[in-house]
């Protein structure tokens, strides 16, 4: 006993040391909870407004530190950018989605697209092809139409963006413009560049009923939408207020709390079969 005892007690000076180890050699600690399987997906539904339909998913990532728990994406995936990992980090979703959309793919609708955040730095990446076309025999690709999720500030430092798109869109991955007013906004962008779908940011939408007058600048996006024929995703649409109002307004696609959170493939799948069966 005295040796068990021995022996934990040495188990766990060394998972400490490990800990603090990980803690001072920064990058590793994403390679490492890759490993580890600690990253996994959450699905967000995508909404048609028309038809309050489920018409695709967005997929986001979780990480659960075993140690701090639930890290916030918005800061691990900053970190991994800063780190470098944010290419590997975003192959593993390659992979974990992949496997996730076989199992969703008997639930959600033939066509129904699949979003995925791509970082710029990815896109610039020398294996972000090669990454790409991998994902894309991984996946069950006749049932879903694959979106990348793209922010704004990645056309200002991408010269290449038009030729990388054009590369995309021969593969049948459609490209959606992320977080749409938070950044440089430039409206010029909309034109020089073949995107399918704008995605307004939820800080437009959260506007809507708070303030009397609603912005001009959201009016105004909409409108260069419609005429652009731009497929619209209004972000974080939490009441029905809102929802009415984007509809009028031609927003084409909803995602948000008010239909659901993100969630895990089995709770997407229970979703899909309440809402089916509603
Ligand atoms: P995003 O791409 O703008 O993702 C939408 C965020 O809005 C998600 O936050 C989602 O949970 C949240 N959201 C959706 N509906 C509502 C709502 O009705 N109300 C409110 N308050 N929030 C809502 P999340 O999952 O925390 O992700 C934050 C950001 O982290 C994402 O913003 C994205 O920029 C980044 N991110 C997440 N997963 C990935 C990933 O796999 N790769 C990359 N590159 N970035 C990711
Ligand atoms: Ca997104
Ligand atoms: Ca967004
Ligand atoms: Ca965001």
Redesign the pocket.
């Known amino acids: 006993t005295l040796l068990a005892g021995l022996l934990l007690a040495m188990l766990a000076a060394s998972g400490c040391w490990l800990f603090f180890l990980l803690r001072y050699r920064p990058g590793k600690e994403i390679s490492q909870a890759i490993k580890r399987n600690e990253f996994y997906v ?1 699905y ?1 539904p995508l909404i048609e407004a028309r038809t309050g339909r489920v018409c695709g998913v ?4 979780r990480w659960t530190h075993p140690v701090t728990g639930p890290i ?3 800061a691990f ?1 900053s970190y991994a950018e800063s780190q470098n990992m ?1 290419v590997p980090l ?1 192959r593993h ?1 390659f992979a974990l989605v992949a496997r996730d959309a076989w199992l969703l793919r008997r639930y959600l609708p033939p066509g129904a697209t699949m979003g ?4 710029p730095a990815h896109l610039t990446d020398n294996g972000f092809r090669q990454d790409v076309t991998e994902w894309l025999a991984a996946m069950p690709q006749d049932h879903f139409a694959c979106v990348f ?1 793209i ?1 704004e500030r990645t056309m200002v430092s991408e010269q290449n963006a038009a030729e990388i798109f054009d590369w995309l869109h021969a593969r049948q991955i459609t490209i959606a413009i ?2 749409f007013g938070t950044g440089h906004s430039n409206l010029i962008y909309l034109e020089k560049f073949c995107f399918d779908y704008l ?1 307004i ?2 800080g437009f939408v959260q506007s809507i009923g708070r303030e009397t007058i609603t912005s001009p600048v959201l009016d105004a996006v909409l409108n260069l939408a419609r005429k652009l024929q731009l497929k619209t995703v209004a ?4 009441t029905g207020e809102q929802a009415a109002w984007l509809l009028k307004r031609g927003v084409t696609h909803f ?4 239909f659901s ?2 969630l895990p493939p089995n709770e997407l799948i229970c979703y899909l079969q309440t809402r089916q069966a509603a």
Do not use: F, M, S
Not at 58 to 61: H, K, Q
Not at 255 to 258: K, N, S, T
């Open positions: 959450v967000q967005e997929a986001l990532l916030p994406p918005d995936i944010i975003t979703l995925i955040n791509i970082a999720e922010t992320d977080d995605k940011d939820r972000e974080g649409v939490e995602q948000g709390y008010l959170r993100p």
